[in-house]
């Protein structure tokens, strides 16, 4: 599924072909997926945004320089992706005066619908959703105080709450930079300072790379000029489990967690179990020991 670095790549590239551009017509035969697109048309495109993996058109009225007063609002779901020509898996036509640009999904799960700015409460997750990674509101302290309460990192990372665009890629990629396994819960605030810094050099990275591509088949993350991401070549876990670990050269394990295929190496990134569990467990021993005397 398409995380942050390529909805924020596919933003970048489609952008010149919509800006300043009029929609005449968005064409779909799925109105229960892609929402009152009938709103977007005769509105000028005023420029392209995007929050976490939601890719946002600024739609404006045609005349005037006001502020726009309609999104709408992308999720390319796992196989959705901007083409310039339509094929047997083209779902949304979206023509414009400057042109036609064609939404293929081959799996069908993207998404589209047209809101006012903010008015989010069909979308819970983007309603709910935190901070942008490379921002200055991602800020250190904040995410540390609400690391220090989660659960399981990993989980939490990927409920978009306390950052946003994070998915199953890059949270296994963060983890392993920061050393931290993926079921740790309750982070120290010296784990919290690695996972920080790890998110936002992660995620930096694969944006100015253009994103990752996995496999070869249709539904593959691809940009609409044919061009593939890079940063898969960067992976340091992420779909390289039975192989080393480029650290320490520990077999890299796969397992699953909330339901989720996941990548570590057990030597870099060791549960530790928090400090009350710890002091729970020694107490207990120390009473089995009593009672056995």
């Keep these: 599924m398409p995380e942050l670095p390529e909805v924020e790549t596919t933003r970048r590239k489609i952008e010149p072909l919509l800006r300043d551009r009029t929609i005449l017509h968005v064409e779909h035969d799925a109105p229960h997926k892609y929402r009152d697109t009938h709103l977007a ?9 995007r929050r976490g993996k939601y890719l946002m058109l600024n739609l404006a ?12 609002i992308v999720h390319l779901g796992m196989t959705g992706g901007f083409r310039l020509e339509g094929s047997k898996h083209t779902r949304v036509t979206i023509r414009t005066d400057g042109g036609d640009l064609f939404f293929d999904d081959a799996r069908r799960f993207g998404k589209m619908a047209v809101v006012r700015p903010g008015e989010y409460a069909g ?35 990927l409920s978009q709450r306390p950052v946003s665009g994070v998915g199953n ?7 392993w930079h920061a050393g931290i396994h993926p079921a740790q819960s309750h982070l120290t605030r ?89 002091q729970a467990g020694q107490a207990h ?9």
């Design 123 to 157: 979308m819970p997750t983007l309603a709910a959703m935190g901070p942008e990674p490379l921002s200055g509101e991602f800020r250190e302290e904040a995410f540390a105080a609400l690391a220090a309460q989660a659960g399981a990192v990993k989980p939490w990372l």
């Design 285 to 293: 021993k120390g009473q089995a020991q009593e009672g056995r005397a």
């Design 41 to 49: 048309a005769g509105r000028r495109v005023t420029g392209l945004s």
């Design 190 to 278: 010296d784990e919290a300072a690695r996972l920080y810094a790890a998110v936002r050099d992660v995620m930096g990275r694969a944006v100015e790379a253009g994103g990752s591509s996995l496999g070869s088949g249709v539904g593959n993350y691809r940009q609409h000029d044919g061009l593939s991401g890079l940063f898969q070549h960067a992976h340091a876990v992420y779909g390289r489990g039975g192989q080393p670990c480029p650290r320490c050269w520990t077999t890299i394990e796969k397992t699953v967690l909330a339901q989720r295929g996941t990548h570590h190496c057990p030597q870099c990134q060791p549960l530790r179990r928090p400090e009350g569990q710890a």
């Design 169 to 175: 890629i890059y949270a296994d990629e963060s983890l």
């Design 61 to 72: 009225p045609p005349q005037g320089d006001g502020p726009h007063d309609l999104e709408f």
